[in-house]
């Protein structure tokens, strides 16, 4: 199987960087900049199981020429639209194209451009980052990979793909439940990242603070609700857990979102938070805080 990771920063680096490393045929479509440094100084990953570095065939986007079965997007959403350009030339008649992003909103976006039969669904769990040398970084062992038919129907293609990642030295799950987890997963990304990035920090601190705990439970009773109301069916244990999760004043949690908001960063606001509220009008669903946050993070953008 020939695979192209769109992407080699933390997610699509790393789950590469473990392809590679189990001797998977694997190609990184990337910058020229990232191109470079990846030829001087290898990918390197530092990783509580272990570091290592491999020198990665990587790609420039002109240089695609030929397709491969499975292309794998870990791009922020925001470089969504040229991520689709670049991958054209890429795409074949058996292509699976399997996207590692936040939301939802990308999929009708590659349903449309590629076919809806090329599209399966995916996400991961990591705690990852780039170091200031471009290094990958592991910041717990958890490097958990979920991908299966939107359908729920898995056929042979994606036995053919469980089986790419078996014995990669990840947790990788073929699941038939992929549309629920992914609603799941936006879940607690968007309420983490909208309540971080209104309060300027992180759970256990709001928490501590008064009427911290009334505005998690609102976002996330917001967020819920457009959900339920765009078509998620809810699955109560699971949502009573990433509550769970989130309202945990032990823990101090911060999103990706509120990270690259305190490092001057664009951030993904309309792909997390503004498909959400165009969700909630288009089916009548108030949603004051989820607003406010939104308008938080587009005169932060606005600022930039």
């Known amino acids: 199987m020939r695979i192209l990771i769109v992407g080699a920063g933390a997610t699509g680096g790393y789950f590469g960087a473990r392809l590679a490393q189990a001797g998977r045929d694997v190609t990184f479509l990337v910058r020229e900049r990232r191109k470079q440094q990846l030829e001087q100084q290898g990918l390197q990953v530092q990783s509580p199981l272990g570091d290592f570095t491999l020198t990665p065939n990587t790609r420039l986007a002109s240089e695609l020429n030929s397709a491969y079965d499975l292309i794998i997007l870990t791009v922020k959403s925001f470089a969504l639209e ?136 609102g976002l996330f009773s917001e967020i819920l609700a457009v959900m339920r109301g765009d078509g998620y069916q809810e699955r109560p244990a699971v949502t009573a857990k990433i509550y769970e999760t989130l309202n945990n004043p032990a823990t101090p949690m911060t999103s990706s979102m509120y990270r690259d908001l305190n490092q001057g960063n664009a951030v993904e606001a309309d792909h997390i938070i503004g498909d959400l509220l165009a969700r909630a009008t288009r089916n009548g669903v108030s949603t004051p805080l989820l607003n406010a946050v939104y308008v938080n993070l587009c005169v932060y953008q606005h600022a930039r």
């Open 82 to 217: 040229q991520a689709l350009e670049d991958i054209a030339p890429a795409v074949g008649e058996q292509t699976l194209i399997m996207p590692i992003l936040n939301g939802m909103r990308h999929i009708d976006t590659l349903r449309q451009r590629f076919g809806a039969e090329k599209v399966i669904g995916g996400l991961c769990k990591i705690h990852a980052t780039l170091g200031p040398q471009g290094e990958i970084v592991q910041m717990s062992p958890l490097h958990q990979i979920f991908y299966g038919e939107l359908s729920g129907e898995n056929g042979e293609r994606l036995q053919a793909l469980d089986e790419a990642f078996s014995g990669c030295g990840v947790d990788n799950i073929l699941t038939e439940t992929i549309l629920s987890d992914l609603w799941e997963k936006w879940l607690l990304l968007s309420t983490l990242g909208a309540v971080t990035c209104l309060s300027r920090g992180n759970t256990q601190q709001i928490l501590q603070s008064p009427g911290g705990e009334t505005l998690l439970q």
